[in-house]
């Protein structure tokens, strides 16, 4: 099983980018997916997360309204849509998976990413 994170970059605040996370090596119909992140210094925290059929979205907080996840599951891909970036959006971005809802929004999910990183200039 791969997940394989992409599109993170160098941005100024207020600009936008979008990340993508491939999924391979297994079906995952019936899977969680979810956007986690990790800034310098600080905890891993969760992001955003939704189900295999696109349903069933969350986010926390701190991204809502500027932050959008979603799901081409014919490209077996999750999106991170990232607008009015901050720099406290500064992080490496992690997406995860699972079969069981709470595991990835609590950030215990079978399944891990290597990590994009976005930075965000003030």
């Known amino acids: 099983v791969q997940l394989q994170a992409s599109g993170g970059g160098l941005v100024q605040a207020g600009g936008s980018l979008r990340l993508s996370c491939a999924a391979s090596?297994?079906?995952?119909?019936?899977?969680?997916m979810g956007w986690f992140r990790q800034a310098p210094g600080k905890e891993r925290e969760f992001v955003a997360a939704l189900s295999w059929t696109g349903g069933s979205t969350y986010y926390a907080d701190s991204v809502k309204g500027r932050l959008t996840i979603s799901i081409d599951n014919a490209k077996n891909t999750v999106y991170l849509q990232m607008n009015s970036l901050k720099p406290e959006d500064t992080a490496v971005y992690y997406c995860a998976a699972d079969r069981v809802y709470r595991a990835v929004v609590g950030g215990t999910g079978n399944y891990w990413g290597q990590g994009t990183l976005v930075t965000v200039s003030s």
């Open positions: 090596g297994r079906t995952f119909s019936g899977y969680r």
